[in-house]
């Protein structure tokens, strides 16, 4: 027989993405909840927030707090709870598996990049007593040049740097 | 061989290193096992990877169900044309920068505890490259991404210095956010498809809300452009990548942001062939371009300069994805080729140089053309190769791009291709500029104001026999130590502060395996150029595979598509 593949949008009018596609194994409701998408707009708003702080740590909750919303954003995509996956319940209403199967994963990703990070901050930490994300290397040079010479439009008094001797010292090379 | 056994290959690239990885790790008390099993690991690899190369381009794609789950539950490994060819290319980089880091171990008689979790590190790295360039579905597309991801964060601070500390946060914090975007792409695709694996998606998406689609795809190819180091997403790269050891940043130059474009042209052809988003790709790939290469032109520090020049090539090859054209496809798929060795290649010379002189800023370097020619003729070669002067590889991988600019003959592409040569001839300047002060110029200009800097320096001024404190940290040769900053670099060994204080000439000498490796990442770079026809007539058939689509999607999913919908 012909094989031939449906490259483009089918005609017609649209109903659904989940309808359109079809599959048995997404739950006929098609409304997602609304509790969780709140849940991971809130985790991921948080997130972002802890995530432009300037301490390690901080940006490390942070992290894991859009790690987390991301999470549950996969049980939003799951749709509603269904039956556990035991031998004997029609397919059909058993609770879809492969969004648990991946956020397991990500969990388990996740739980790891955490354990490094605070490894990291730890060791920042103990290198230059703060475990503040240092400046960015051309700023620092910027800010140094505006320190050995008039300061520039862009550049504050007093405004205090987290910039170490080390780097300075290397911008010196 | 039968197709049968030919698919039982397909999953031995990322089987292999994991493998290798853990036998490295159980054998870490005797590094001559742990350099043997690295070293047999990856030729292995290169092997497989060469195997499927010539099937892929026989037969078609080569499918693998994992464990024989078929779809729609099964995890599928496919290796079509483009997938066994990039297999090829990172396994012979690796291999050659595993030599490499192996002489440096050598040389400097490296028995410490960070040499011990280099090899599992680097083999787990290129176990997950080849898990995401086999990846025949998006998650596990990702997971091949957090394998190697993962094995970076670790190569990227290995030894734990502040430097490398700091490169190390940034670049963590940076990956995560990108994995975060590419895990919420796959939710969004998942809830709207209700499949993850690329041939279904492939059939299912184009019935899809045009919106939803576009949605789907700025979620991906953001996720993509931030490990691509495509323009607005690019600022993390030439802060983290230079402060690594020289091994490594040359694996990461050559190896990471290539699978992010790789994963870009796998998604745009198979996914998104509809894409609405040409305009917005090829003004990114004229910013990566232009942007990049003006901050090459700026920079004073060979690493850096290297880095910019990465971040600006990245552009080439995402104009060929912006076209979307067979041509286009193609003329990426060699640039890939291309770019992977000759920025490995580059990056190793730099190590060579920082070796040999003791620094890679280029206020520092002079007379290095006299001091060591063989290291000269490497960088010139290298430099023009990667600047694109014919006859070299370069020069033709940017010639087919630029024809199949001109064919797609739109305002936007002639200015990407004005942008193309323009960047072309930046990256010379830069190069040249590198070449003239490190290479060409006479020595003598230079000890007066170096040592009255390293003086006025927070540092002390360089002491003969300083003891090496920071032995420790330096883990795959010097490197570590000389970006701590100019007196406490004097430390590592008496040779660098003699090579600080009397010239290139009394510097150590490089060992000849070290050279011999970068000679042999350089000459792949001209053996490329040699093969041009025959590879550009591969890529062709890729890049014609590629945009029909079909080749890949009926090899994964072999079921008339009424049954498979």
Known sequence: MGL????????????????????????????????????????????????????????????????????????????????????????????????????????????????????????LWQLSGTDNVPDDIEDARLQELADLDEPSSTFAEGEESTTTADELAEDHT | MTPGLVSDLVPLPVLLPLLGAALTLAVRRSPRLQRLTSTAVLTGLVVVAAVLVVEADRRGPLVLWVGAWKEPLGISLVADRLSALMLLVSGVVMLVVLVFSIAQGYEDDETDTPMTIFHPTYLVLAAGVSNAFLA????????????????????????????????????VVVSLLSSALFLIGIAATYAATGTVNLAHLAIRIGGLD????????????????????????????????????????????????????????????????????????????????????????????????????????????????????????????????????????LFLIAGLVERFAGTTSLDRLAGLAAASPLLSILFFTAAMNLSGIPPMSGFLGKIGLFQAGVEFDTPLSWALVVGGIVTSLLTLYALAKVWNQAFWRPFPEIPDTDLAGQASGPAEAPVLGEAPVLGDDAVLGDDAVLLEGPGAGAGSTTATALARTQGPSTSRALPPVMLAATAAMTAVGLVIALVAGPLFAYAQRAATDLMRRDPYITSVLPLPPGVRQ
């Open chain 1, 4 to 123: 031939t593949l449906p490259l483009a949008p089918p005609a017609g009018p649209f109903e659904s993405p989940l309808r359109a596609a079809g599959d048995p194994t997404i739950s006929s409701s098609l409304a997602p909840n609304a509790v969780l998408l709140v849940v991971v707009a809130v985790l991921v708003a948080s997130g972002v927030f802890l995530l432009l702080d300037r301490s390690l740590v901080r940006v490390l909750l942070g992290t894991l707090l859009i790690g987390n919303g991301v999470s549950v954003l996969f049980l939003v995509v799951g749709g509603p709870a269904g039956e556990p996956p035991f031998a004997g319940i029609p397919a059909t209403d058993v609770s879809d598996p492969l969004p648990q199967a991946m956020v397991l994963t990500a969990i388990v990703i996740s739980l790891a990049t955490i354990g490094f990070l605070l490894a990291l901050s730890y060791r």
């Open chain 2, 136 to 171: 025949g579905d998006l998650f596990n597309l990702f997971v091949g991404f957090e394998i190697l991801l993962f094995a970076s964060y670790v190569l990227l601070t290995l030894g734990g210095t502040s430097e490398r500390i700091h490169a190390g946060t940034t670049y």
């Open chain 2, 210 to 345: 045009p919106g939803i689609v576009l949605v789907l795809q700025l979620c991906l190819l953001t996720a993509f452009g931030i490990k691509a180091a495509v323009f607005p997403l690019s600022a993390w790269l030439p802060d983290s990548y230079p402060t690594a050891p020289a091994p490594v940043t040359a694996v990461f130059a050559g190896l990471l942001t290539k699978v992010g474009i790789y994963a870009m042209i796998r998604v745009q052809t198979l996914l998104f062939p509809q894409s609405t988003l040409h305009g917005l790709l090829m003004w990114a790939a004229l910013l990566t371009l232009v942007i990049g290469i003006l901050g090459a032109v700026s920079q004073s520090g060979l690493k850096r300069i290297l880095s910019f020049t990465l971040v600006s090539h990245i552009g080439y090859m995402l104009f060929g994805i912006a076209l979307a054209t067979a041509h286009g496809m193609a003329g990426a798929i060699f640039y890939v080729v291309h770019h992977i060795t000759i920025q490995t290649a």
